[in-house]
């Protein structure tokens, strides 16, 4: 069974810091997405990666895929306070269309 | 880009009530559709899969007869969540892939609140 973990759960960071998000996943696969929630809205597509060593960039978010180490991580350059939301992982169940989402990091940027 | 409508945005309404939601991809045809239901800050939780012209596929402890899925064409799936009661008070979410590309993300409709009085 696949199992998406995701930390930290919660992260409150000041404008212009740094940090990263992890996502582990516990099987195999082939694909991996990155998406933003804010409250009360649905899920906005951030990142798609699909192969080992593949890096995304937009803007001050960086996301990169190690498939060997089953881990993504979602990289935060300089916060500002517009990047406050929940930001989800989500992984490919081989061999069907489904995802495992992961619990979801709820970031808040403080000026 | 591909476009995920969902309908209605909210409801309100007394236990007992049947509620249906409409999910409808409006530039791409979607064979295969989403449901999810996700609690207050808490994740997604995949409840079926819509399959045009053919049953949902549930997944496990989500009950088949509580939560009716049509998916009679190829741009709309319905859930039906039917003898509501409070504790099916949720977010439900439901998505679509747009054929062609393999393996692009999932695009999501903007969800319905259901609240059961």
């Known amino acids: 069974e696949l199992k998406v973990e995701q930390n930290p759960l919660f992260l409150s960071m000041q404008e212009g810091k740094n940090y990263t998000i992890y996502c582990n996943y516990s099987?195999?696969?082939?694909?991996l997405y990155w998406y933003r929630q804010d409250p009360g809205k649905s899920l906005e597509s951030l990142f798609v990666?699909?192969?080992?060593?593949a890096v995304k960039q937009e803007g001050r978010l960086m996301a990169s895929l190690d498939t060997k180490a089953r881990l993504s991580t979602l990289h935060i350059t300089a916060a500002v306070h517009d990047l406050s939301a929940t930001y989800f992982c989500a992984v490919g169940q081989g061999g069907s269309e489904k995802l495992v989402f992961g619990k979801g990091t709820k970031l808040t940027v403080n000026p | 880009g591909a476009v995920v409508s969902q309908h209605p945005s909210r409801v309100i309404c007394k236990s007992g009530t049947s509620v249906k939601i409409e999910c409808r991809s409006l530039d791409f045809q979607a064979t295969t559709m989403f449901w999810y239901r996700q609690f207050p800050k808490q994740s997604l939780m995949l409840m079926a899969t819509s399959n045009e012209g053919s049953k949902a596929t549930y997944e496990q402890g989500v009950e088949k007869d509580k939560f009716l899925i049509n998916h009679a064409s190829l741009t709309l799936s319905t859930l039906t969540v039917t003898s509501a009661h409070p504790e099916d008070s949720s977010f439900y979410i439901c998505s679509a892939r747009a054929p062609g590309v393999s393996n692009q993300p999932q695009h999501f409709g903007d969800g319905t609140r259901l609240s059961i009085l």
């Open positions: 990666l699909l192969s080992n060593g």
């Open positions: 099987t195999t696969s082939d694909r």
